[in-house]
């Protein structure tokens, strides 16, 4: 059987949430129901076809007495019901969750609103996409390059709140589907689209007290350096590049063509990009310092500003290291240093637009692109499984083509489960054991996301750290929240024996690897079924998709995954001016998300059959996603008409941002919302108007008046309108110290949570995980994270180690208690 084999869904859901949850299911082998309204899907796109693929496509008018009794029909069949609608739409057509459910308590059904329907704020706002970014704080925060050169609101085509909702929910219904195995009961589940959306942007919503000023970016100390002189944000995108790290930046190759580089913060990756560019010696030679990087400023070695080993160096070497990368990458085009430092396990990856992306050799060999049959626009290339398990891989690359059915047509009957017979309460994964052996950022968020979910997690991370304190500490506070931390050298045998023990006890292991490391770390599938036959191992990586590709054994990291699907030459406009989306996490937290999701098929399929198997995701996966509307082609297909270059505030008139008399405000409405638009108080003589005339009527009429004012004006009349907020103050403003107590994860959208009690012995204040609402299951508040080392020797006594054995691990540099004296080095 297939992972969600057995399972029907029905797809209410229109645009890109509701459909791109279900069709993940499908991608899993659910049976997916669409239901569409009279005339078809309101997103007339491909993109919509792609994301419906599989489904068998239904038509009702849910006003009608017919239309609603054969909805009901459906579900009545149905395992799982979907649609991500305004909060109070389903409830007013008598298909509200509640009604549902008790009507079948074994039904999962999953809400997709763009706000949280306990936020009286902002629950019954059209939520366009861009008016979830505008209120999110998005467009104001696009990354560090926009801030410099000065351009805000920073617009972006790609429907980040969508993909993040989309695949927390489905991942969040085959975890009650799991757990309805054993309790059969089921779920009403909300993921308000803005939650999500917030909890992708959570490392840009960081703030740490006295944060040190070694971990600042050039671009951070230039930033603060002209807001204290009162300087304009002006710097031109070709004056940016010098403020960039060597090892976090564009080259340009022989053949035009730019490479992205990301290989600082690791122990290895700077010296080995330095190496296949021939510049290691001579830079070692020159005294570049390679120090610790867990040492203090004041114990670095005297004259050493910097060292290779901790992002980011310091403007002298910075300047230095990237005049010498860039003179050597001018000496062969950027493919073949793609693969000749990708061999060599350096991070980097050429520029791409996405359709070259679609015709790559590693995207169409890997499986991550499918050639799919679509009845309308024949044969595609779509993007393929987010989310798939080894034992599942060759199925996950057959996708059928959607079809229409009449309503009649679909055979139904009462669902077949068990009456419900566990309590209600207690999270989806109490009781579950994970072992979470991944660093950096998306590894770390599958385990964090499951521990809020009631998993117990074991972080495993190495004697000697591979990663500089920027990201395993500085990043870690988001992402290593619920875990207890244990240091150990997996190398060793008896390091090795003590893994054997923890694998034996886990139900899940994850790890961030590519299949050529995945053995040498003991995790051999077959070795893992010998060992522990119900035991799952959640492998991410970067390039990895259902089958082997040219790439597919590369080291990446998220910046890669946007270089290679084509976003940074999309958001930058061009492939000679490409720019990384946002600043930290665009994909990474998907990736880690998708994850997730992979691990709940695998628990499905476990409750079923009582065999573990091997979940998979990739980051390049996930950056497909978010570029869902772009990532298809066929014969016949046009250049997508999309908004390009850096000073594009929307996608036409009626959806774009418009500069108020204190702020901006983001605009969203239909063409055939003109007549109403019109009768908007200060925008009367819009009827009649297109293009180019209509934009400049909108630009001045707006610029007279304050945001609040518009925002009142357009919501009164049901048009969307938000103002362009800043992600910093929306984190101000939905604040909770966590000595006051948990932030309430069932009210507003928004939750942030401030760590007055943090062992770095500083606040830290990160996004809440509020995304999930679930009506039965609990959700917990993970606490912030251990020093790393804290329960090392709590883990070993809890697998049976004695006091003997342990202190003589210690002694031997195969286990520790901390990496250096303090939390974080400064």
Same mark, same amino acid.
């Given at each position: ?16 949430a ?7 299911l ?26 419906n693929?599989?489904?068998a496509?239904?038509?009702?008018d849910?006003k009608?007495?017919?239309g609603?009794? !054969? ?7 149905a ?11 389903m409830?007013?057509?008598?298909l ?32 366009? !996409? ?6 999110c704080g998005?467009?104001s ?10 351009i805000e609101?920073?617009f ?12 927390l929910?489905?991942?969040a ?5 799991a757990?309805r ?12 689209l803005a ?5 992708g ?5 960081q ?5 040190p000023e070694?971990?600042?970016?050039q671009?951070?100390?230039e930033?603060e ?13 070709d ?5 960039l ?44 310092p390679r ?11 005297a ?7 901790n ?15 860039? !003179?050597?990458?001018r000496a ?12 060599a ?7 791409r637009?996405?359709?070259?992306w ?15 049959e679509d ?5 595609m ?25 009449q309503?009649?047509?679909v055979a ?16 989806w994964?109490d ?7 991944t ?12 521990a809020?979910?009631g998993?117990?997690?074991i ?13 395993a ?7 290593g ?7 150990m050298?997996?190398k ?14 886990a ?23 010998d060992?522990n ?7 991410l990586d ?13 080291p990446?990291?998220d910046d890669?995954a ?11 406009g ?13 994909i990474?937290v ?13 628990l ?24 869902a ?9 046009p250049?997508?008409d ?6 594009v ?38 009827a ?19 945001v609040?004012?518009w ?17 910093q ?8 110290? !966590?000595?006051?107590g ?15 009690r ?6 830290v ?15 917990a508040v993970?606490?912030p994270?251990p ?8 883990i ?10 342990i ?9 520790a ?10």
């Amino acid at each position: 059987m297939r992972p969600l084999e057995g399972i029907r869904v029905i797809d209410l859901g229109q645009y890109v949430a509701g459909p791109a949850a279900a069709m993940m299911l499908g991608d899993l082998g659910a049976e997916v129901i669409r239901i569409d309204p009279p005339g078809g899907p309101r997103w007339d796109s491909p993109a919509a076809a792609m994301l419906n693929r599989g489904k068998a496509c239904v038509t009702l008018d849910l006003k009608s007495d017919a239309g609603l009794a !054969e909805a009901r029909r459906l579900i009545g069949s149905a395992d799982v019901a979907i649609e991500n609608f305004r909060p109070g739409v389903m409830a007013r057509l008598g298909l509200g969750a509640a009604a549902l459910r008790a009507a079948d308590p074994g039904l999962v059904v999953l809400s997709l609103p763009g706000f949280a329907s306990s936020d009286p704020e902002r629950a019954g706002l059209q939520a366009w !996409e861009a008016i979830i970014a505008a209120a999110c704080g998005q467009y104001s925060d696009m990354g560090l390059n926009r801030v410099l050169m000065g351009i805000e609101p920073s617009f972006s085509p790609l429907p980040l709140a969508s993909a993040y909702g989309a695949v927390l929910g489905a991942g969040a219904v085959a975890l009650a589907l799991a757990k309805r195995a054993e309790s059969g009961r089921g779920d009403a589940i909300e993921v308000p689209l803005a939650a999500a959306l917030m909890e992708g942007l959570a490392y840009n919503a960081q703030r740490v007290e006295r944060y040190p000023e070694r971990y600042k970016s050039q671009r951070e100390k230039e930033i603060e350096r002209r807001r204290a002189a009162g300087q304009a944000m002006d710097v031109t995108y070709d004056d940016l590049q010098p403020l960039l790290d060597p090892f976090y930046r564009n080259y340009a190759c022989a053949d035009g063509r730019q490479l992205y580089v990301v290989s600082a913060s690791h122990t290895a990756h700077p010296e080995r990009v330095l190496k296949g560019l021939g510049l290691l010696d001579e830079l070692i030679a020159a005294g570049l310092p390679r120090h610790d990087p867990y040492l203090d400023v004041a114990d670095w070695p005297a004259g050493a500003d910097c060292t290779l080993a901790n992002y980011p160096l310091s403007r002298p070497w910075a300047d230095r290291v990237a005049a010498g990368m860039q !003179e050597a990458f001018r000496a062969k085009p950027a493919f073949e240093w793609e693969r000749l430092l990708g061999e060599a396990r350096a991070p980097a990856a050429a520029q791409r637009t996405t359709r070259e992306w679609l015709a790559s050799d590693h995207a169409l060999e890997s499986g991550l692109i499918l050639q799919v049959e679509d009845p309308d626009h024949g044969s595609m290339r779509q993007l393929g499984n987010l989310a798939w398990l080894q034992s599942d891989a060759e199925a996950a690359l057959v996708k059928a083509p959607r079809r229409r059915l009449q309503a009649g047509d679909v055979a139904t009957g009462p669902a077949e489960r068990p009456a419900p017979s566990g309590p209600s309460g207690g999270g989806w994964l109490d009781g579950v054991k994970l072992l979470d052996l991944t660093n950096v950022i998306a590894g770390p968020t599958v385990a964090a996301t499951l521990a809020r979910y009631g998993a117990e997690v074991i972080s495993i991370d190495p004697v000697v750290p591979s990663m500089d304190p920027w990201n395993a500490i500085v990043f870690g506070m988001q992402a290593g929240r619920g875990k207890r931390s244990l240091l150990m050298d997996l190398k060793a045998a008896r390091g090795r024996a003590a893994l054997d023990r923890l694998l034996r006890w886990a139900d899940v292991v994850t790890v961030n690897a590519m299949d050529s490391q995945r053995a040498g770390l003991g995790l051999d599938p077959m070795r893992l079924r010998d060992l522990n036959p119900r035991l799952i191992l959640c492998q991410l990586d970067c390039y990895g998709g259902p089958r082997r590709g040219p790439r597919s054994d590369f080291p990446g990291y998220d910046d890669l995954a946007q270089a290679s699907t084509g976003v940074m030459a999309r958001f930058g406009g061009a492939l000679d001016t490409p720019e990384e989306h946002a600043h930290f996490g665009t994909i990474d937290v998907l990736g880690g998300f998708c994850g997730v999701l992979a691990i709940a098929a695998a628990l499905l399929q476990r409750a079923r059959t009582g065999r573990g198997d091997v979940a998979r995701a990739s980051l390049c996966a996930a950056g497909q996603l978010i570029q869902a509307p772009f990532m298809l082609d066929f014969d016949g297909n046009p250049p997508p008409d999309e908004p390009g270059g850096r000073a594009v505030k929307g996608w036409g008139p009626l959806y774009r941002a418009y500069q108020a008399t204190d702020g901006w405000l983001f605009l969203a409405a239909r063409a055939d919302r003109l007549a109403d638009l019109d009768r908007v108080e200060g925008l009367q003589g819009v009827a009649g108007l297109t293009g180019a005339t209509l934009e400049a009527h909108l630009e001045s009429r707006i610029a007279a008046r304050p945001v609040a004012d518009w925002e009142r004006r357009l919501r009164a009349a049901d048009i969307g309108a938000q103002r362009l907020n800043k992600l910093q103050a929306v984190r101000d403003a939905h604040l909770t110290r !966590e000595s006051e107590g948990p932030p309430d994860l069932a009210g507003p959208t928004f939750a942030f949570v401030r760590h007055d009690r943090h062992p770095s012995g500083r606040f830290v204040d990160l996004v809440a995980p509020n995304a999930i609402r679930p009506t039965e299951a609990a959700i917990a508040v993970p606490g912030p994270m251990p020093k790393p080392g804290t329960h090392s020797r709590e883990i070993l006594r809890e697998i049976g180690l004695t006091a003997e054995e342990i202190e003589a691990m210690i002694a031997d540099g195969l286990v520790a208690e901390q990496w250096c004296d303090k939390y974080l080095p400064a």
